[in-house]
């Protein structure tokens, strides 16, 4: 059994890569120049240095290969491309990482982006499974929840941004991992879709609590009017000032982002850990490299 990996020095992949290794698979995985490789150094990886942009330089390192796990976004439109080398490369089965976030009442590009991608994916002659996972947390290197630790564990004062009650369901990165495994192990996968997220949903509020009371910190919240900061935020943006937070980010923070996993949990026994459980883990990971 060969797959073909593609996103595998990101965040995700990293976690996965090692899952397929133990469960027998061949490895083939997808580099830039740019990856960082050192956080895969497992010797019997097959690496292919290329870009999903070279449609045929795409066909030519999947060669060989029978499966496709591709966990590299979908949100930059390589979509096709993919799904044309994995068909012209005689590839079958294939998993693809989407997100809760094509869900949106926003109508942002990425969404389109996305939307389509997805479409293309349900055209296509592949085996196809889709997952979509929800906020994706796990380790220092999410770009969520290790920033929002930080700020705690640096400042005793946040500031929310609207009154906080929205609801989260961050999804731990290894049941990411895992469901990718399990979806390639059950055949009645194939042709699906499905929301993955984590066991409970949570409001902002309580995402800050949990992380606050595992750190034993005692954190104020600032609750600001979040309309308000969405237009400041909009026109620092149109005078091209650099943002650590963008006007979209905030109005998606006042979004609800709870979706139920109950067909993953029927069609491949999706189990995902409770937030707690997971961002201790996160937290005690970071303590351990900073201490």
């Known amino acids: 059994m060969k797959v073909f990996v593609t996103g595998a020095t990101g965040f995700t992949g990293s976690r996965t890569v090692p899952l397929l290794l133990e ?5 083939h995985c997808l580099y830039r120049e740019s990856s960082d490789r050192s956080v895969l150094p497992q ?3 097959h690496w292919h240095l290329g870009n999903l942009e070279n449609q045929e330089k795409l066909t030519e390192a999947m060669q060989g290969c029978d499966t496709l796990v591709n966990i ?11 799904v044309k080398s994995a068909q012209a490369a005689g590839i079958q089965r294939a998993i693809f990482i989407s997100t809760t976030a ?3 009442k926003l109508n942002s590009q990425s969404k389109r982006t996305r939307l389509a991608a997805e479409a293309a994916i349900q055209s296509s002659d592949l085996a196809y499974t889709i997952l979509r996972p929800t906020m994706i947390y796990g380790s220092q290197r999410d770009r969520n929840m290790y920033r929002l630790i930080r700020l705690l564990r640096r400042f005793q004062m946040i500031p929310i941004f609207g009154k906080g009650n ?7 990165v290894d049941d990411v991992a895992s469901a990718i495994l399990q979806c390639l192990e059950q055949p009645k996968t194939i042709g699906k879709s499905y929301n993955i997220a984590g066991k409970q949903a949570l409001t902002y509020n309580e995402v800050i609590d949990s992380i606050a009371t595992i750190m034993n910190r005692k954190i104020y919240k600032l609750y600001l009017p979040d309309k308000i900061v969405v237009k400041f935020l909009r026109l620092l943006e149109k005078m091209r000032i650099p943002l650590p937070i963008k006007a979209e980010q905030v109005k998606r923070l006042n979004e609800n982002k709870d979706f139920s996993y109950d067909e993953a949990q029927i069609d491949f026994n999706f189990q995902p850990c409770s937030f707690e459980e997971g961002i201790r883990t996160e937290i005690n990971s970071i303590l351990n490299i900073t201490a």
């Open 23 to 27: 469960r027998g698979w061949e490895v």
């Open 43 to 45: 010797p019997e990886i």
């Open 72 to 82: 590299a976004s979908l949100g930059f439109g390589h979509a096709e491309n993919i």
């Open 102 to 104: 094509i869900f949106t």
């Open 166 to 172: 929205y609801l989260q369901q961050p999804v731990f």
